[in-house]
């Protein structure tokens, strides 16, 4: 039997601002994250219920409010970037997929974003590389 886990999180609204508009323009006032990660599955089917069995994501995910509340970024990519170089240094995570969208994007509606999957070999190699 192959087994495979993940922990996803899904619509996590992050305080951030990215992007520069001009005067009139429509100002994305949402900024949601998908992310989901790709784990070992001894990590979710456990035989104790304890912490140390787990990957415990809440570092990430405070790491991840951190990033975006950096400062100003002109791009979405970058700061989801940012976001897969810190899932990089949490060697349980074994591959990701990743994804950032705005609304509005006209006049009160429209969403739009980027999703990355980043299979093993990329977060590896990642792992290894000097940023």
């Known amino acids: 039997m192959t ?3 993940c922990i996803e999180l899904k619509d996590l609204r992050l305080i951030t601002q990215i992007g520069t ?3 009139g323009a429509t100002i994305p006032d949402q900024h ?3 992310l989901t990660l790709w784990i070992n599955p001894s990590l979710i089917l456990i035989s104790e219920d304890l912490m ?3 990957f415990d994501y809440d570092p990430l ?3 991840i409010d951190r990033l975006a509340a950096d400062g100003h970024y002109e791009t ?3 700061l989801v970037t940012r976001i897969v170089e810190a899932c990089a240094l949490y060697p349980e995570i074994e591959s990701l997929e990743i994804s950032l969208r705005k609304a509005p994007v006209r ?3 429209g969403v739009l974003g980027i999703k990355l999957y980043v299979d093993q070999d990329s977060i590896t190699s990642m792992r290894t590389t000097p940023a």
């Open 32 to 34: 949601l994250l998908d």
């Open 3 to 5: 087994s495979r886990a």
């Open 107 to 109: 006049e009160s509606s």
């Open 61 to 63: 995910v405070i790491e």
């Open 76 to 78: 979405q990519e970058r």
């Open 52 to 54: 140390s069995r787990v």
């Open 21 to 23: 508009y001009a005067p």
